[in-house]
T-cell receptor
C-alpha cells in the first residue's frame, strides 16, 4: 500500500521569499516520488522526481526536493518565489508499478 | 514534440446523458492512463492501456464507464448514463514504460459537469 499526505492545503508567500511545500509518504516498498505542478487551465507538469539515486533532487524552475527515508518525507523547496510559481502542487508516490498515488494538493499564492 | 492532448476541455451535460472524452497520447507512448479528480478529493487512477489492450481497470468506478483505445493510438472514455457524482476533472497521461521510475506525462484534463 502507498499513500501521500501533503501537510498544507494552501501556502501563501511573498515574492522573493522561500517556498516550502511539505509532503510525507507511506510505502511498503522503496518508492519513486514526484512533484507535479498545475497552473490554471494547464496540464500537470513534472517538476522533479526521485528514483533512488541522489536524495537531493533538482527540478525545473529552481525547485528542489530532498528525500528523507528516516522521516518518510519529500519536501519541495525554492529559495525565492516568483509570481509565476502561483499554482497547485501535487506530491505523488509510486511504489511498485505505474499506479500513481496523489496527495490532495497544495495551492501556492504569491504576493507581490 | 506535442504533449498529451484532451478534448473537450470542458463539458456540461445533464444527468442521464452520455459524454465521450478523448485523449491523444504522446506519439510513440504505448502506455496510456486515465485518472480522475472529483471535487475536493485526490486525483485517482482509473485505468491503464498498453497499446490497445486494457491492462488494469481496477480504478473504474462502475460499469457506466467504458474506455477504449482502438488501434493503440488515441483513447476515449465514455460515461453512459452520466450521474451527478461523475462531475470532476478527467486527466489522461501517457508514458514509454511502466516501471515506477517512468515519467507519466499528463494532459490538461477535461472538466466534466453533470447537472
Amino acid at each position: 500500500a502507498q499513500s501521500v499526505t501533503q501537510l498544507d492545503s494552501h501556502v501563501s508567500v511573498s515574492e522573493g521569499t522561500p517556498v516550502l511545500l511539505r509532503c510525507n509518504y507511506s510505502s511498503s516498498y522503496s518508492p519513486s516520488l514526484f512533484w507535479y505542478v498545475q497552473h490554471p487551465n494547464k496540464g500537470l507538469q513534472l517538476l522533479l522526481k526521485y528514483t533512488s539515486a541522489a536524495t537531493l533532487v533538482k527540478g525545473i524552475n529552481g525547485f528542489e526536493a530532498e528525500f528523507k527515508k528516516s522521516e518518510t518525507s519529500f519536501h519541495l523547496t525554492k529559495p525565492s518565489a516568483h509570481m509565476s510559481d502561483a499554482a497547485e502542487y501535487f506530491c505523488v508516490v509510486s511504489a511498485t508499478d505505474y499506479k500513481l498515488s496523489f496527495g490532495a494538493g497544495t495551492t501556492v499564492t504569491v504576493r507581490a | 514534440e506535442a504533449g498529451v492532448t484532451q478534448f473537450p476541455s470542458h463539458s456540461v451535460i445533464e444527468k442521464g446523458q452520455t459524454v465521450t472524452l478523448r485523449c491523444d497520447p504522446i506519439s510513440g507512448h504505448d502506455n496510456l492512463y486515465w485518472y480522475r479528480r472529483v471535487m475536493g478529493k485526490e486525483i485517482k487512477f482509473l485505468l491503464h492501456f498498453v497499446k490497445e489492450s486494457k491492462q488494469d481497470e481496477s480504478g473504474m468506478p462502475n460499469n457506466r464507464f467504458l474506455a477504449e483505445r482502438t488501434g493503440g493510438t488515441y483513447s476515449t472514455l465514455k460515461v453512459q448514463p452520466a450521474e451527478l457524482e461523475d462531475s470532476g476533472v478527467y486527466f489522461c497521461a501517457s508514458s514509454q514504460g511502466t516501471t515506477r521510475t517512468d515519467t507519466q506525462y499528463f494532459g490538461p484534463g477535461t472538466r466534466l459537469t453533470v447537472l
